[in-house]
């Protein structure tokens, strides 16, 4: 059965369908949990959250939307609301978005970033920069199926994300600059 | 010409996909001529290649499995809820005030029951891995103020974030008990009474093949009027305030607090006592034969554990017994199932019926209840001192198989009587 069909038999009662359904959706749930917390068990603990909602709220979702960014939205609001009540953040603004001069180019840019900074970096985002990343990179979202899923306008999803990357390339910057490669 | 942060959009925009022709050969014209740009540019993309190449994590586990037992619960709550409000209907003559409750929104019962509600909810969706749990509850604090104390230690071996859900729930139990204090006394008399003329009561529970059918067989009316009865009896009256249920459950919430003596409730009422009473004779029964069969076994252990299951009539055995049997399961789903385990001392009764388990002492007084999703029960025991009663539950998955058993640990505190 495509997606399409199962959600439908899912509404419908079909208790099988439904249970199909989370199956389908369970790994992208967990993705995102997990790159939003930065954690396993909270991951775990997020992710199995929101497909309990998922769970008893299917009626509650409706064609219109994609049945991916519902998802998508459920899970990262779970996310966020656990992210604060863990811990405060920083604002992106405190640090300086400057272009960086042409002193220190060349082999920098070429070096590889290893995946633990980078996701070290991606926790040092504001929650929603964080989640338009994690939206764009891990679920392959377009612009507007990150607007639908976080409920923000096009263009604050634009910039969200730019400034995302921008501060990503200063964090994983001075890494490559501090530490040992 | 474009300007440099403008030529960023363009840079961001570019590697996300989005731009056209046009828009990339300006791009391009600009990084031609700006080497700042041009600089920003290979490390922007680089930048997103190194997102893309994120390792696509997956779960240790099936996540959908480890929550199953909640959402079987959830199922059996919105089962129970379609129940009563179907029972619920007319010609009951209802006292003024319940009416008024039960028409009432939940959250407007009071403070009271919105902390239940929010314990529910807490516990329904903060701590997932414990609803199960949740349905766990402390019964009976006005019980306890009358004539005895009583504490209730649930632990699960298997999880970690549970045993704190016993104080916060105790806590709340004795707020209530205020609340409830003039209706548990009739009820606890209906119960003690009415047990002596009830002989017909036993045969209720139709026999069925085998222990491991499905429930699906079992006529769902049956299902929803043998469920909701226990509402009423009387500790369910706080059970259900405080439950991780009320999270889901308006109705099962206010009904049994407020009918208390109506005409349906007494009849709940002397259902459930009915089976108590058939229970404890049954249990003798058991006790006398499991005496003759195996006396020595369970002076060794010192342990009776009675059993009833289904149509095979009675057995007993002792624990040995159960577990080299590779534990001959209790099945939480089937509607006639009934299962009994006595401490040696008779002080406790655990009685297991369709989903649920419920904890008697001596005196027939419910101590402890607790809803079970469909599931497997294997090795129900009291423990050497009598004291603790555990049990393995193996939760059923939608396929029908079960789940790792977990450990559930009930310790209820004698009564001084």
Not at chain 1, 10 to 19: H, K, V
Not at chain 2, 16 to 44: G, P, V
Not at chain 2, 282 to 292: E, L, V
């Amino acid at each position: 059965m495509v997606e399409q069909e199962l959600i439908r038999a899912a509404q419908s009662g079909d208790r099988d369908a439904l249970i199909t359904l989370l199956r389908n959706i369970e790994t992208h749930v967990y993705r995102t949990a997990y790159y939003i917390l930065n954690n396993e068990q909270d991951a775990m603990d997020a992710s199995q959250e929101a497909l309990i909602r998922i769970y008893s709220k299917i009626n509650s979702y409706e064609e219109k939307a994609q049945f991916k960014t519902w998802v998508q939205r459920i899970v990262t609001n779970i996310c966020i609301d656990k992210f604060r009540r863990n811990k405060p953040s920083v604002s992106i603004d405190e640090h300086e978005l400057v272009f960086q001069g042409d002193d220190n180019v060349e082999q920098e840019v070429m070096s590889t970033y290893v995946a633990k900074d980078i996701q070290e970096a991606i926790e040092k985002l504001p929650e929603h920069h964080r989640a338009v990343v994690v939206l764009r990179y891990l679920q392959d979202f377009s612009y507007n199926e990150i607007a639908d899923a976080l409920n923000l306008p096009l263009n604050t999803v634009k910039s969200y994300l730019f400034r995302a990357r921008q501060q990503l390339q200063l964090l994983l910057h001075d890494y490559q600059k501090g530490g040992v490669r | 010409m474009m300007n440099c942060p403008e030529v960023m959009e363009l840079m961001n925009r570019y590697v996300d996909d989005d731009l056209n022709k046009i828009e990339i050969s300006h791009l391009m014209e600009h990084l031609k001529q700006c080497s700042d740009c041009s600089e920003m540019f290979e490390r922007l993309k680089h930048l997103s290649a190194e997102l893309e190449n994120m390792p696509k994590v997956m779960p240790k586990f099936s996540l959908v499995d480890a929550i199953m037992p909640q959402l079987d619960l959830l199922d059996l709550e919105q089962q129970q809820n379609a129940a009563v409000r179907e029972t619920s209907s007319p010609s009951v003559i209802v006292p003024m005030k319940p009416r008024w409750r039960d028409r009432m929104p939940f959250r407007t019962l009071g403070g009271v029951v919105a902390a239940g509600f929010i314990v529910g909810l807490f516990l329904l969706f903060n701590k997932p891995d414990s609803v199960q749990q949740a349905d766990m509850e402390l019964t009976s604090v006005q019980e306890s103020s009358a004539d005895k104390s009583m504490v209730m230690n649930e632990s699960q071996t298997l999880d970690k974030g549970k045993t704190s859900t016993a104080p916060s729930t105790a806590t709340y139990d004795a707020g209530t008990d205020t609340k409830a204090a003039d209706e548990p006394n009739k009820a606890d008399n209906l119960n003690e009474t009415k047990p002596a003329d009830q002989g017909k009561a036993p045969d209720e529970p139709a026999p069925k093949d085998t222990q491991q059918e499905k429930p699906a067989t079992v006529p769902s009316e049956q299902d929803t009027k043998s469920t909701p009865p226990t509402k009423g009896e009387k500790s369910g009256q706080q059970d259900h305030k405080v439950g991780g249920s009320g999270g889901e459950q308006q109705v099962p919430t206010t009904k049994p607090d407020a009918k208390p003596d109506t005409k349906s409730d007494p009849k709940s009422d002397a259902g459930s006592s009915n089976q108590q009473s058939k229970k404890s004779d049954n249990g003798q029964g058991n006790d006398n034969s499991g005496n003759t069969d195996k006396s020595s076994d369970q002076e060794q252990d010192r342990r009776s554990i009675s059993q009833e299951v289904e149509d095979k009539g009675f057995e007993s055995s002792d624990m040995m017994g159960l577990m080299s049997l590779a534990a001959p399961g209790f099945d939480t789903s089937l509607a006639d199932a009934h299962m009994e385990v006595r401490s040696e001392d008779k002080a406790f009764r655990a009685v297991f019926d369709e989903h649920k388990l419920v904890v008697y002492n001596g005196k027939k007084k419910v101590l402890y209840k607790q809803t079970l999703t469909d599931g497997m029960v294997t090795n129900p025991m009291w423990s050497e001192d009598q004291k603790t009663f555990t049990f393995e539950f193996s939760s059923k998955n939608a396929d029908g198989t079960f789940g790792e058993p977990e450990l559930m640990t009930i310790t209820p505190k004698k009564s001084k009587s």
